[in-house]
């Protein structure tokens, strides 16, 4: 998963903390996604980004907040973390709007709420 | 609203014998079709894709996929399978009137291939 890295790898915290889990691609890719992956549910996507400055909610957004102030990061925060929210989260970039290209994928982060 | 549907949880096959991996779909205008597979604590990994033209796509690792437009499926397959193989496959879809590119993935199927 070369030019796209999350971190941390692994994260745990309390019920009611903020938590920022963070997103770096390198190759300038103007579409980034967030997406939590859960069993029997496959991927869903949280949030995504057209540009620097250009978001919008995926199919499940409550509880996220996200930013894209440089077109090469999007950090995804949880406001107030709930056990819900207990999951990995991959972050994506594409360089076409039109998805032709596919997606790549970071390695994931592993977020327990206790 | 686009969907994908992958009506199996698990597929087992034996080595060397063929692997099919099923997915349907429904979305709005021409469809745009996606296979990833992932191996244990990895991200996904692109595989192949469905844009126009041929229906059947080759792509890594010796799977091809089939396009059928009037079954609305895209299954995935291999003829013959590798112990390597053993991964979680994930189908995806994006919708032609998608500007954004967003792709809804299915709920995975895991296959075990078994030496």
């Known amino acids: 998963d070369a030019g796209i890295t999350q971190s941390p790898r692994y994260k745990i915290t309390e019920t009611g903390r903020q938590v920022t889990l963070m997103c770096h691609q390198t190759w300038s890719h103007s579409y980034m996604f967030w997406y939590r992956q859960d069993l029997g549910h496959g991927l869903r996507l949280i949030y995504y980004s057209a540009a620097a400055d250009i978001t919008d909610k995926g199919e499940v957004p409550d509880g996220y907040v996200v930013s894209r102030s440089k077109t090469e990061n999007f950090p995804l925060t949880l406001e107030s973390a709930t056990r819900s929210q207990t999951s990995v989260y991959f972050c994506?970039?594409?360089?076409?709007?039109?998805?032709?290209?596919?997606?790549?994928f970071g390695s994931g982060t592993r977020l327990t709420v206790v | 609203a686009q969907s994908v549907a992958q009506p199996e949880d698990q597929v087992n096959v034996a080595e060397g014998n063929p692997l099919t991996v099923k997915c349907t779909y429904s979305?709005?205008?021409?469809?745009?079709l996606f296979w990833y597979v992932q191996y244990p604590n990895r991200g996904l990994q692109f595989l192949l894709k469905y844009i126009t033209g041929d229906n059947l796509v080759k792509g890594s690792y010796g799977f091809e996929a089939e396009f059928n437009k009037s079954q609305t499926s895209f299954h995935l397959k291999k003829p013959s399978a590798l112990v390597s193989d053993s991964a979680l496959y994930f189908c995806a879809v994006r919708g032609g009137t998608d500007s954004w590119g967003k792709l809804q993935f299915g709920a995975g199927t895991q296959v075990v291939v078994t030496p």
């Open positions: 994506a970039s594409s360089a076409l709007p039109t998805g032709l290209s596919g997606y790549t």
């Open positions: 979305v709005s205008g021409n469809p745009y």
